[in-house]
């Protein structure tokens, strides 16, 4: 009888354990969003097609902002929009390209690079997307569906370019 009420209080302590930490974990994922803004708008490298190649299959957000040397300033927390994102702003070393990036709140993000060497934009997304145009060759590449795009939502390869970072929305101050 004692070993039963034994294994009991076991079994229940671990189970309050592990309730205790899973609460814990969600409340400081909840604590960290919207990030704090780091205030680093300057980058420590050129947004060039070249140095964009490099970001591709890129899949975690602070390894974009070690690539450009700098976090970030945020310019914008998007919260009324379809989804919760905030936009970062970069300029390159030499004041002329520029970088943005959007950022869910499900760790997601999307890329939008304006080089000062070329006409035009250079997307990507943490999704495996890269379109480069400058880029020799250039690039078209859709990767996976996004986070951001419902699943009970048709998307193909005719999608992807209006899908790449993210839901467009009349309430978005930064489209």
């Known amino acids: 009888m004692w070993r039963q009420k034994e294994k009991l209080y076991v ?34 490298v050129n947004f060039t097609p070249e140095w964009a190649s490099t970001l591709r299959g ?24 379809e989804t919760t994102r905030v936009i970062y702003n970069w300029v390159d070393a030499d004041h002329s390209g520029r970088m943005r990036a959007l950022l869910y709140k499900d760790k997601g993000f999307a890329v939008i690079i304006t080089p000062a060497d070329g006409p035009g934009e250079i997307v990507l997304n943490s999704f495996g997307a ?13 990767g996976l569906r996004p986070s951001w795009v419902p699943h009970d939502l048709h998307w193909d390869d005719f999608d992807c370019p209006r899908t790449m970072t993210g839901p467009q929305s009349l309430s978005s101050k930064n489209r």
């Open 58 to 81: 890129l899949k975690r957000f602070d390894l974009l902002q070690i690539a450009a040397g700098a976090r970030g300033r945020i310019v914008s927390v998007e919260a009324q929009s």
């Open 130 to 142: 890269f379109v480069c145009p400058m880029c020799s060759p250039p690039v078209n590449a859709c």
């Open 11 to 44: 079994t229940l302590v671990a189970a309050v354990g592990l309730c205790a930490l899973a609460t814990g974990r969600a409340r400081s994922q909840m604590a960290d969003w919207p990030p704090v803004d780091p205030g680093e708008v300057q980058a420590s």
